[in-house]
């Protein structure tokens, strides 16, 4: 049961729940208040009928002609709130908004060694489109799965084709 | 250069800068853009408005008009006079109608500004017309009906509320946010009495409709929307009445709702805000339902890791709503509920996940619980260092929780120990708004916690997030929300930006790190940047998990405790204040600049003195410990000390006022004053950390705190009596190799300044003599016993024994060290003087 609505500044002092998880980033107070200010619409939460946050997502638009994007930058249920479906809800309003941006595609990326939340994604109709090697940095660093699902702009489903080869991080756009 | 001024906190340079350049190329669009920039950065809304319909009239788009617009807005929002607030708003509005009438309205945003601009005028009607319109959906994505739902509500149009939540809630079964107003129209047509066949205005017909949505959940997924929309009404109901007829009783209601979600992590935290609503007799009496509603019991053991989620649903719902159990009780299901996670781990059932807790770690969480009902009762820490104990054993097996860590955090300070809890703060790793939110938990309670390097280490990196993110960063973001163009941000930003930069830990913070550098760090502080007129509480209170009866827990909590930590801010702030100000009287300046701050000093004293003394009428009583919350304000134990602080502090820094002006009459006299008062403080401390037959563990806490506080004392007047040593030996005396020619006057000075100095060393030997004698932890568990019964060998050791040794250790060792250097300082102070 849960109260979707869009992240504000003060959301900040009470997301422990979700960002004590240790596979969730807490960033600096910039990263928050750029996607704020800058697409609003991607930054959404699930509130429970107690007030806690359950859940929220990140996102924004990016790119050219045909990599018109969505991207899902961040996306994270607290551990106490998992198995309700709250990622696919949270999911779903991205693709919608993309959709609304007339993007081609949404894409996020993830860890390879994230197999709960690549087999999530899988069931969400995303596919994995290549790796990209060495993207999280840490001791040791670790490669991404970049997985996509086409919107209903891409009718050939183009964007989906998946590469046969790794990429490089920093030839990522 | 503008960065330059940006960083030094300078920012009305910056306008100067772009104002010039401006007038020297007049149509520059990026040089406009940075001048309206720098207006925003300082918050002056008119030169905004000037500067942005400035750009406009060359450079005619979009966004320059609407931030003029935003201009407007603020200054209306900003302005008490409500006749200029309204043509502000007339003019904002009309501006905007003329865009739409000539179709140039492009953006979501310029259309959330025009509903802004129309809420601040309450023209709910004009909103809502504006939201039917074509040009609304054109811009903004989502439903309609969602939208004009809040500007409904504000015209008392309860009927089409109404309608329009349950077609969302028709395809929408699990939203609260369109149940919660539904329920708000069905309750005002219940006052209305219309009757009409379409519209849920009585609680019969809202009850039907919410047994249609559970009905209509068929197959696949059952969403716990209906069921939580079904106790909401009950409990809106029984504001007024009794809806058991209706609804049969909460009781029922809630263990229903057990039985179908208990396999959900989520079912017990949705159901704590109901079980709330049962009256207390009757949710004590009809308790054990909770527990057997699945055919569990308390000593029943789960072989699926579903039915272990089941069982520590029922188990925790259960211990919601029993009596809060005596000590013996408390003992035994700790004990059992110990057992049952020793066996999941004994039959290998710990499955856990770098993302996933594993279930069975509640058992602990919930034993924890009951530890600390008996520790409590009974005022002992052996409960304590069994929950540690089992929680360390947790944490060995499921590292990701949280849960855990946060209680061990808590459990670790409740028996005083801020190292031990220090190992495990460091795993949370914590970071940046983090270190504010939840800075309670650690950083505030290390500085009382005699732990000297680490607190100052996790206050200066609180001090150093507070200044550079939220101070600098702020501002800068606000200009990131006219850049993109979102005006629904800019106000918010603004308000977070004013939020942070008033936090109330921040504020405190920076002055105890300054007081505690003094003890630990010796360098001159600098002065106190000025208190702001309210402070924000930024605290995350609810993080750590609270299995408690609704009786026992404590609703005024955050408010008292946010008061007392004001009452202490503005307590240390005095003393800082009054501590830098006798540094400036220490420098060599003409008489008049030091007649202000002698003044000013005197002025600070007499503040701190009146607020000791309120304080010590209001601040006097001992609060009790909650498992989740923080623990009594340290004000509480500093005012109430019977070592005299208050006299302490007053009459040393007096003393140096008078010393600046060369007063030397009422030097003398405060000099024997603090003689007294320190002889007298040094005897009241040992008394006041007084070991005796009490469990050491437990009285630990209280007897570091006051130590701390009294340790406070020892660094502030070692400090001052340097002070002091600076005006009675000038610059030019010290340099030069003759003795300057004292008068007998100045001898006496000395020989008193001297006599200080003796009796606070010997003071400082007190202590040392108290330290060497400080008692150890008494550390006995049964839980290896438990482990070798049941054949489990964990992986490593338990490590909470040797955290809670060494820990102790090391703190008596920086604090004897420290006192060293303190005798060692005020030794040589006496011998330069006399050379």
Known sequence: MTTLRPFTCEDMLRFNNVNLDPLTETYGLSFYTQYLAHWPEYFQVVESPSGEIMGYIMGKAEGHGENWHGHVTALTVSPDYRRLGLAATLMNLLEEVSEKKKAYLVDLFVRVSNKVAINMYKNLGYIVYRTVLEYYSGDPDEDAYDMRKACSRDINKQSVIPLSHPVRTEDVD | MTMSF???????????????????????EELHSHLFMSYVRVGDFRSQQRAAMAIYKFAPKNPYYFWAVMSIVLQAKETEDTTKRNILLTLAQRMIDNFISENRMEAEQEARLYIMILELQEKWEDIIKFIESPLYGQLIPGSISQACIPYLKKLGRWKKVNILCKELLYDNLDRWDYYMPYFDSVFHLMKENSNEENIDDTAEKCHEFICQLVE?????????????????????????????????????????????????????????????????????????????????????????????????????????????????????????????????????????????????????????????????????????????CLLELVLLYSPANYHVKLLLVQLYHLLGNALAADSIYRRLELKHIQLVSLGWLHTARADAACVPTRALQLLADLRAFHTHHAKDQSIEHMTYAYKFGTFEKVVELRAWAARLEACALCAVSARRRDLLALLAAPAPPAPPAPLHAAHTDNRDLNIIVNWEPPELQDPDLRSRTFDQDMAYLRLTDALLSSVTLCTELAENKPIEEKMQHYEQLRTCVDTFSEAMEKCTEKYCVYEKITISGPFPSRIIGFVSSPVPYRELYSITLRMIG???????DKVHELCDQVVAIILISSKLIVQEIRYGAEDNGWSMRDRLESLSNYLQSIGVLTYLLGVCYEMITPTNTKKSKKKANRSVDQMQTIKLIDNINVTLQQAIASLEELMDLWPDYDFSVDLEEELTRMNINPTAPSPVENKLKLGLDKIIEDIQNILKRKTAYLKGLILNTNT
């Open chain 2, 6 to 28: 940006r960083e030094s906190q300078q920012l009305h340079k910056v306008c100067t800068i772009y104002e010039n350049a401006v007038k020297i190329d007049t149509t520059n």
């Open chain 2, 658 to 664: 008078e010393l600046s002006m060369n007063n030397t």
């Open chain 2, 216 to 388: 209509s959940m068929s197959s696949g997924r059952t969403l716990r929307g209906p069921y939580l929309a079904r106790l909401e009404l009950w409990k809106r109901l029984s504001v007024e009445g009794d809806p058991t007829a209706l609804l049969g009783s909460a009781l029922a209601l809630c263990v229903q709702y057990l039985r179908v979600f208990a396999s959900k992590p989520c079912a017990v935290p949705d159901l704590k805000v109901y079980l709330a609503m049962i009256p207390q007799e009757e949710r004590e009496a009809n308790c054990r339902d909770f527990l057997t509603c699945l055919g569990f019991d308390e000593n029943s053991e789960p072989e699926t890791m579903d039915d272990i989620q089941r069982h520590i649903s029922c188990l925790t719902a259960w211990r919601l709503t029993a009596p809060r159990p005596g000590t013996t009780d408390a003992l035994q299901l700790a004990a059992t509920l110990r057992r049952h996670y020793l066996r999941s781990l004994e039959k290998n059932m710990i499955k856990y996940s770098t993302t996933e807790f594993c279930s069975a770690d509640s058992y602990a969480i919930l034993a924890a619980h009951h530890y600390f009902y008996a520790a409590t009762e009974q005022k002992s820490s052996k409960p304590i260092l069994e929950a540690l």
